[in-house]
């Protein structure tokens, strides 16, 4: 398994600015990914994250607004940009490990957002 | 498409009884499923997954899962709800060969003494 931290655990923001998002993997990973999920709703897949190249985004969601970085195998960041309180969710990463099949993923604890 | 169907949104067990957690899915090729669970203010966490190596599948803290593909169902179950079960339950699809994992609605179980 893997242990995954993400930081802040929490933050309250105010509207327009930006906030980033840090995950740390104790391990490497091949895959690391960025979820989101809503108050009350489901997990949707926000992005993949690769390393040394541009992420690739799920259909609703674009860079301009959700910049991800994965400068090596276990860090990756998430900038929520320009924030509005329809931002305001959970943000969650995960990491598949290499040699672990079928997809299996190890989430962080995630990043509560508020945003006024 | 894949896609998956949790069919309750809400399940209420006293402590001590059996926990039934329904979930359906929808799948073009042969699936990978997994059960997560998200205890209140924590992270996700992996209680089972099904790879086509058996049917039912055994997991964490006491809880099982059958693969029935003429059903198209992975039903999550526990023979005895705890306490410490109460939390939100997700039924997750992967399809082999690709990375996306999509999550059901989830099913957020109630244990009352």
């Known amino acids: 398994s893997a242990v995954i931290s993400q930081k802040p655990s929490r933050d309250i923001c105010q509207r327009g600015t930006s906030l980033t998002i840090q995950c740390q993997v104790d391990?490497?990973?091949?895959?690391m990914f960025w979820y989101r999920q809503q108050p009350g709703q489901s997990l949707t897949l926000i992005a993949t994250a690769n390393q040394g190249s541009e992420a690739t985004y799920e259909s609703g969601f674009v860079i301009d607004k959700f910049p991800i970085s994965r400068p090596n195998l276990t860090f990756s960041t998430l900038t929520v940009s320009n924030m509005s309180p329809e931002d305001s969710s959970i943000y969650l990463c995960s990491g598949r490990l290499a040699g672990v099949g079928f997809n299996e993923q190890f989430f962080g604890p995630g990043t509560r957002l508020t945003v006024l | 498409a894949q896609s998956v169907t949790q069919l309750d949104s809400h399940v209420s067990v006293s402590e001590g009884t059996p926990v039934l957690l329904r979930c359906n899915y929808s799948?073009?090729?042969?699936?990978?499923l997994f059960w997560y669970v998200q205890h209140p203010n924590k992270g996700l966490q992996l209680l089972l997954k099904y790879t086509s190596a058996a049917t039912l599948v055994k997991g964490i803290n006491g809880f099982e899962a059958e693969f029935k593909k003429s059903e198209t169902s992975f039903h999550l179950t526990k023979p005895s709800a705890h306490m410490s079960d109460a939390a939100e339950y997700f039924c997750v699809v992967s399809v082999s060969g690709y990375n996306k994992l999509i999550f059901g609605a989830g099913t957020r179980l109630a244990v009352h003494p």
């Open positions: 799948s073009s090729y042969s699936p990978s």
């Open positions: 391990s490497q990973v091949t895959m």
